[in-house]
């Protein structure tokens, strides 16, 4: 198929999409890149679809411009049980092995579409869950829908959905979960939809896993349909930071025209007659040589106001502890030799590649040598709630708050693994009693915020994140906010404003 436009314009908006979104355009899809960007310059109200391009190449877009271009390259169209065996296996072996496993375990289950459109996907996980788990309702629950364009989370929230989002499901089905509304339309039953959260994420940009947007210790991810559009590197980067977002046994279900060896060979490959999932090992693979995935950088600038305060800790009677994103230093023991300090700077580096257990049991024997030392018990925290194990996430930190109880950076990690367990009023209060001990606490106002518009009090909400904003307002953009796994000021409010519009 021909293109009808400049094919040395069209190469260079290829190239720019590569660089800015990591999606691959090559030359044999040039036709089908036309045919995308066309239909964006008609919406975005350009006669001309080669003034939209220059346009393009010439302006510094904002990430959210981005983003919203970026919703014009994929295809958003899908419907519920889209791929039929996906939800076959997850129903008959997935779902009945992670409750066999979690019954007496805390009673939790922690499911994500990443990537989730108008939210078809994670829709009819929820309906898979109910069926399964009838008594879901007494479960901590997590089934979490997320997506870079704005457009399409507003369309998941409503719920609202046309014969096409149905075709290929059964009479019984319609009558049984949805609700006709006007134009011939059909809203899904309100309490599959209150079973489903949705976040706006951008999986080229953004951090994770990371307690403070929800995507850490979970038991199954959908990622269908979504990786075809990135670039090979792009590919192996998602998949490695998928792959510490599970927690040891947890499943990861791609489209059948995604699976391969090479790009997922961190996991074991479970066959079924028509399709392939993967499962992340329960014993970790050795990845000595790995490169940390959430490095900070921090050559940035910091702001001129009052920053807030940072969770640093000396650990007992050795050299300096870094935070968790830096490598373990070396330290020179009396023979000159150089050697790493022991114990909690490399239960540290396990900790950011992913070896979760591996740094379970190395922060574990540090931690009785140390009792006094609040960082190893903030450390244990992080893994614990990484590994999906709640309750012993809360323990450390009650250890950590009876060493330092006016810390406000340890009330908003309580904060966190309060929300990720479902005691939204324990978040609250632990929130609360984080922006008293520090008012300009950008994390705590943000998250919050996000709480309060979950609850339905969208004035408070609104509060939280015009005070976030103000406090990112002395913030170079590209400085790395504390506690918020890489996430820079600007990027925290492109978000904010994104949330806020979707609203």
């Known amino acids: 198929m021909t293109v009808s436009i400049d094919r040395g314009l069209l190469l260079a908006a290829s190239d720019y999409i590569s660089e800015h979104m990591g999606f691959s355009f090559g030359e044999e899809r040039l036709a089908d890149l036309e045919k995308k960007i066309t239909a964006a310059s008609k919406e975005l109200h350009y006669s001309k679809t080669e003034d939209f391009i220059e346009w393009l190449l010439s302006a510094p877009l904002s990430e959210t411009q981005v983003e919203s271009l970026a919703g014009h390259l994929i295809i958003g169209e899908t419907y519920f049980f889209r791929e039929k065996q996906a939800y076959e296996i997850l129903e008959n072996h997935i779902l009945p092995d992670l409750i066999y496993r979690r019954r007496n375990e805390g009673r939790s289950l922690r499911i994500w579409s990443a990537g989730c459109a108008t939210g078809e996907e994670p829709c009819s996980i929820a309906i898979s869950v109910s069926k399964v788990l009838p008594t ?50 059909f809203r899904l039953d309100r309490q599959i939809r209150a079973m489903v959260n949705y976040k706006y994420l951008n999986l080229v940009k953004d951090s994770f896993p990371s307690l403070s947007n929800n995507t850490n210790a979970m038991d199954v991810i959908f990622i269908r349909n979504v990786l075809m559009y990135f670039r090979q590197d792009i590919q192996k980067a998602v998949i490695e930071k998928l792959h510490h977002c599970l927690v040891p046994g947890g499943y990861l279900i791609t489209s059948q025209t995604e699976t391969s060896h090479t790009l997922f060979s961190d996991f074991s490959s479970v066959n079924y007659p028509d399709a392939i999932v993967y499962r992340k090992d329960t ?38 502890v870094p935070s968790f994103s830096e490598q373990p230093k070396l330290s020179v023991d009396s023979a000159g030799n150089g050697h790493r300090v022991s114990g909690y700077n490399d239960a540290a580096a396990l900790f950011e590649r992913g070896r979760y257990l591996e740094a379970l049991e190395i922060i574990a024997g540090y931690t009785d040598a140390h009792p006094g030392d ?32 006016t810390d406000p950076a340890l009330h908003y990690l309580k904060a966190t693994i309060f929300q990720e367990s479902g005691k939204t009023e324990e978040a609250i209060k632990e929130l609360t009693t984080t922006l008293y001990l520090d008012r300009d606490h950008v994390l705590g106002h943000f998250t919050l915020g996000n709480l309060m518009q979950t609850a339905g009090n969208h004035k408070r909400a609104l509060k939280h994140f015009q005070n976030t904003i103000e406090l990112l307002s002395g913030y170079e953009r590209d400085t790395v906010l504390e506690d918020a796994d890489g996430l820079t000021a600007g990027r925290l409010s492109e978000i904010i404003d994104v949330i806020t519009k979707r609203e």
């Open 283 to 320: 014993v970790p693979v050795n990845k000595a040589t790995t490169a940390p995935l959430f490095r900070q950088d921090t050559s940035s600038k910091k702001p001129p106001r009052k920053a807030p305060l940072v969770l640093k800790y000396q650990p007992v009677k050795t050299a300096p």
């Open 374 to 405: 609040p960082g190893s018990y903030i450390l244990t925290a992080k893994i614990h709630a990484n590994l999906g194990n709640l309750e012993q996430a809360l323990e450390m930190c009650d250890r950590a708050l009876d060493i330092n109880r």
């Open 136 to 185: 879901c309702n007494e479960w901590n629950m997590t089934i979490l829908g997320t997506d870079l364009n704005p457009r399409f989370l507003r369309r998941a929230e409503k719920a609202v959905y046309s014969n096409w989002s149905l075709r290929g499901t059964d009479a019984w089905f319609k009558e049984r979960y949805f609700q006709k509304v006007e134009n011939g339309r």
